[in-house]
DNA sequence: GTCTATATAGGGATAGAC
DNA sequence: GTCTATCCCTATATAGAC
């Protein structure tokens, strides 16, 4: 595996574990018994590795928010793609831990980061109008609007805030944190979904909560 | 003013307009035109003056969220609880744009406000119960749960996403944004309200939106 | 590509005079 | 209470040898 490649991955692990702002290039090098000077070989400064870190994340992101615009999705096929979103938070979640600040030292990140909230707004409107176009849910233009912007604020923030409330608990497995993520955003839909997807996605709930 | 109040209201300021992590002890004197030294004199770090300033913000969080849980609220009672919420972590934002990394140098802060996010649950679950014990609203125990969860979590980091979105266009009045706070949370509790309530709630937000 | 050594800068914090 | 001067430490980043 090339130096360049073996930075970026210890950088996102280290900064996942113990936040951005606290991993200096420094302990990068420590941790991959390279010097200092080799990471600046392969990279100007911190930003440009943070950068790459954050394309990586986009592009999964975009590939994850695409995917539901195509058809109308089932019950199941929402749990899954909300899955697929909280995953890729999960494996970048450092971005999210300390969001304004990074977001306030790169205008170019905060240009991607605010399309990727738009987009996640926009797909969530989408999904539902696509709902209520198909008899599967009712609720009128504002109250989906309103909507899609509470799925895109839970669907950002969750992992933040179990993060804090259960700091210091026995923590379950990251995955079950993730489906309970999955769940609270369901949970928003939910009221506005005719009785039978609403007992469908019960039993989705009771299956992937275990 | 005395000085130690002084270097309080300045610090908020500060930490408010530019993030707490890029304020120096330096610019919080430098801003009052005193001494580095004599800031010393008054605080024995930084982080007792952020501490300082936590304990403002979570006396005036605790009293906000006590006052609703004494009787079952109204409509517009709702509303004005939430505002002074909302305007709570306005004045205070700071906490919020860098919650992670203030949280996670300070095990007393951290656990203070688990404790803050822990009550925003408990009151919102005790107002959604009492609701539904007068008839105002309709939702099973596992909904209530959900939906208490889903309104801390809007109620924590709406601001924050709101100040990801609106960046770089023209900036709205702050208590416009409040506002939107607001009717966003509000947004969430209105499915399982009766047809009545329903109607109340959709007046008073085109009351205070305007 | 990789290392060692080092320059530079800035922030946190203290000592001691006034 | 306040100031000046200063110290220490750490983080970023570079230069030049190998």
Redesign the interface.
């Known amino acids: 595996m090339k130096t360049r490649d073996r930075i970026l991955q210890a950088s996102l692990q280290l900064f996942n574990e113990c ?1 951005e ?2 991993i200096t290039t420094n302990h990068i090098a420590d941790e991959l018994d390279i010097s200092p000077g080799n990471l600046y070989y392969h990279f100007r400064n911190k930003d440009e590795i943070i950068a790459l870190l954050f394309q990586q994340f986009e592009k999964r992101m975009e590939t994850a928010l695409q995917a539901p615009q195509r058809r109308v999705p089932n019950m199941e096929d929402m749990w899954l793609y909300l899955h697929l979103v909280f995953e890729n938070i999960w494996e970048y979640r450092f971005l999210y ?5 990074i ?2 030292r790169n205008r170019k990140l ?2 991607h ?2 399309r990727i ?2 987009r996640k707004v926009a797909t969530a409107a989408t999904i539902c109008q696509g709902l209520a176009d198909a008899g599967i849910m009712t609720a009128t233009a504002e ?1 989906i609007a ?2 899609a ?2 799925i ?3 669907a ?3 992992l ?2 179990q ?3 259960a ?2 608990s026995t923590q379950d497995s990251d995955s079950a944190h993730l489906a309970l993520g999955v ?2 955003v369901l ?2 839909v ?3 979904l005719n009785g039978e997807a609403q007992e469908l996605l019960r039993q989705l709930s009771r299956e992937y909560l275990s």
Chains 1, 2 share one sequence.
Not at 97 to 101: M, Q, T, V, Y
Request: no cysteine; aromatic share 14%.
């Open positions: 936040g702002p606290r831990h300390d969001l304004d600040n977001l306030g905060r240009t980061f605010r909230l738009e109250e309103a909507l912007q509470n895109a604020v839970v950002t923030y969750w933040n805030f993060g804090i409330r700091s210091g769940y609270q949970s928003l939910a009221p506005f």
